[in-house]
């Protein structure tokens, strides 16, 4: 995005500057950096959806039983469960997500958005958003470049990776992504669009990246789950012009000043938070022996 801005505040001017919609700058970047058309990346997008998609019917119809046995058909459970705490729809976003992380944790196939251990986010979102209020395929891709440009921000000012920032960057960044998205579909302002970021931030921020064993299942893929029941909530906030109160680019630094204090026990090495709880290290143990087990053996040819 540095191309044309590094932060929201400059995305936001140049798209006022211009008379752009918020999606227009991010597709230039896109053909700029790719040396392609907006026809072929557009047709990228639809591919990417459609694997998101994909990643959803596979986990809510498919078995869903990682090696390490802590996944074990989660958003099946959620989804055929007859009592719904909120409404139906909600139950829907949940097990959605749940559904394409699930999928992540199996080893099957899955958009990284922004990053793996991330990927129930998006597609909960978006698949949701799409069939509640009937949008088109295009408006969604739309929302896409919208969620692509706000990555392509935090990364610049913070971090998306959980080794880096924490869970924060990870499931936080696909949060603010899929809020910013929501809002924009929906035909929000690009100040409500920005404000949903700032507020998905605001209930991320802090959050570690301690995965059990080491592995992004536990508790990854029922973070996927709130994150995009944050998502979600955030946007409702923010397109009823509910103010964040601290702009969306002193959040981001925010989680950037987090990111760099936060100790690095909570950074992705499985050292410290669940991962070092008496269970946690129990299931790393267990899986350690049988990633043992199952190496061939050195003397074999």
Request: hydrophobic residues 45%; aromatic residues 4%; charged residues 20%.
């Amino acid at each position: 995005m540095a191309l044309l801005f590094e932060n929201f505040e400059s995305w936001r001017q140049y798209c006022k500057e211009k008379n752009l919609p918020l999606y227009k700058p991010v597709l230039e970047y896109e053909t700029e950096q790719k040396g392609r058309d907006e026809q072929t990346i557009q047709e990228g997008l639809l591919k990417a959806y459609q694997v998101m998609k994909e990643a959803v019917k596979t986990g809510l119809n498919s078995d869903m039983k990682s090696r390490s046995g802590m996944i074990d058909n989660g958003a099946k459970k959620v989804y055929n469960h007859p009592v719904t705490v909120l409404s139906r729809e909600f139950t829907e976003v949940i097990s959605s997500a749940l559904a394409a992380k699930e999928v992540n944790s199996c080893m099957g196939r899955v958009v990284a958005a922004p990053t793996a251990g991330a990927s129930g986010i998006l597609p909960g979102v978006l698949t949701n958003l799409q069939s509640l209020h009937g949008l088109s395929d295009e408006k969604i891709c739309e929302g896409l470049l919208v969620a692509a440009g706000i990555a392509l921000i935090i990364e610049r000012n913070a971090s998306l990776a959980g080794a880096v920032g924490g869970c924060q960057a990870e499931t936080g960044s696909a949060a603010a992504m899929g809020s910013g998205a929501i809002v924009y579909c929906l035909g929000g302002t690009v100040d409500q669009a920005f404000n949903a970021v700032a507020i998905t931030i605001q209930c991320m921020l802090g959050l570690v990246c301690d995965p059990v064993a080491g592995l992004v299942e536990v508790p990854c893929v029922v973070r996927n789950a709130s994150a995009a029941a944050i998502a979600f909530s955030s946007a409702q906030i923010a397109i009823a012009d509910v103010n964040a109160v601290i702009p969306v680019d002193e959040c981001v630094a925010a989680m950037g000043e987090i990111g760099q204090s936060m100790e690095t026990r909570y950074k992705e090495t499985a050292l410290g938070g669940l991962a070092a709880t008496l269970t946690g290290k129990g299931i790393a143990k267990k899986v350690l022996i049988q990633d043992i087990e199952i190496l061939p053996d050195e003397d074999t040819e």
